[in-house]
């Protein structure tokens, strides 16, 4: 596995190794207004998304973090792989980081990370009137989400009549573009500070920049969407995802001799990923070549490609334009778990746990 992990950047290679930009005009403005703010919370509850726990994380808010009481907050828990989310919390229970993993829109998994910020701050519930919590991440992990949720269970718990307003959520990042205040709770009186999603202003490592184009942080135009859907495709293949389809669909009793539409008696958007996967794995068992070297990589993801161009049926007529069609439908089916449940960061080495501890992770303030 060690001598793979260079394979993701091979989509990369194959698509131009470009430094990843995106910065638009308010990330700025809201930077230095978090910077200001951030003093004066009790507690910031930084929103990761689950699937890329460090490569989410905005590296340049890391100093400002590491002087404040905070709880990362792993959002989208139900997409990324269950086995690497038991590595990860070793990893942070290692570095000593308050940390909890989440899905933003159950109320169960809400109400325990509230419960942990309760904990967090139980000293000063007993003295202060009024807490104020910091919600803050990169674009589109969910904190919007998770404010509405937040909303829901102070709603139902609280006997004011004062309506709570509702965070806006939208699919595309950088919905939120001002900070706002949310009352969440009475006696004491708990505000939430919601802020805009900012990245840092340049992704010089181009693998980081793919992972956040592939989980959504940044816009698909910026990085192009050709590119992250074989970005996609080469980690699909290094990890041998074709053989966990395979599993899945031993397992659940149907037999590869069936016709394919005798296999899946369900909807057509099940039966669409259900195509994907097959052909997918149709080119990854008839590969002769080395997944390890970085022309035959790309010679299967090319051959890939064209497969799903006929299985999203795609016309010839449409060129170029109609890579960025195929593009587009692969990575949705990414984005909403049709294609199994992945984690794109790995935990990282011993050798590397002194440096990542400072500038990613940070420390845990009593």
């Known amino acids: 596995m060690a001598a793979r992990k260079g394979l993701f950047g091979l989509a990369s290679a194959r698509a131009g190794e470009a430094a990843i930009n995106w910065y638009p005009g308010h990330m700025a403005s ?3 207004a978090i910077r200001e703010r951030i003093k004066l919370v009790d507690l910031v509850l930084e929103v990761r998304d689950a699937r890329i726990p460090l490569s989410s994380a905005n590296a340049e808010l890391q100093d400002a973090l590491e002087h404040k009481k905070r709880l990362i907050v792993l959002n989208k828990m139900d997409l990324a792989n269950p086995n690497m989310m038991l590595k990860w919390v070793k990893h942070f229970e290692a570095c000593k980081q308050h940390h909890v993993f989440v899905n933003a829109h ?9 419960d942990m910020a309760r904990e967090l701050l139980s000293e000063r519930l007993a003295k202060e009137p009024t807490l104020l919590l910091m919600i803050l991440g990169i674009p589109n992990v969910g904190k919007s989400a998770l404010v509405n949720s937040l909303f829901h269970l102070s709603h139902s718990s609280t006997s004011e009549q004062e309506p709570l307003k509702k965070a806006k959520v939208g699919p595309l990042p950088g919905v939120t573009q001002d900070l706002s205040g949310f009352k969440i ?8 500070l919601d802020t805009p999603g900012i990245l840092v202003p340049n992704i010089n490592n181009v693998e980081t920049g793919l992972k956040l ?3 959504g942080a940044v816009k698909d135009s910026v990085v192009g969407e050709e590119r992250v859907a074989r970005y996609l495709l080469t980690v699909l293949n290094a990890r041998s995802a074709h053989l966990r389809w395979k599993s899945e669909v031993h397992f659940s009793g149907i037999s590869d001799s069936q016709p394919l539409i005798n296999k899946y008696l369900v909807d057509s958007e099940s039966l669409r990923e259900s ?3 097959e052909v997918l794995s149709q080119a990854c068992t008839n590969f002769v070549g080395n997944l390890e070297d970085q022309q035959d990589m790309a010679g299967l993801v090319d051959e890939q490609m064209m497969l799903l161009r006929k299985c999203f049926k795609v016309p010839s007529e449409l060129g170029d334009a ?3 069609r195929v593009s587009k439908q692969l990575i949705q089916l990414y984005r909403t778990g049709k294609l199994g449940r992945y984690t794109l960061d790995l935990v990282p080495s011993d050798g590397h746990q002194k440096k990542l501890n400072t500038c990613i992770v940070g420390s845990a303030p009593s």
């Open 185 to 192: 709770g009475v006696q004491p009186s708990v505000y939430v």
């Open 275 to 277: 195509k994907v996967r």
């Open 106 to 114: 159950q109320q169960k998994a809400v109400k325990k990370m509230l």
């Open 30 to 32: 809201a930077t230095k």
């Open 213 to 215: 184009a592939l989980t």
């Open 322 to 324: 109609g890579w960025i």
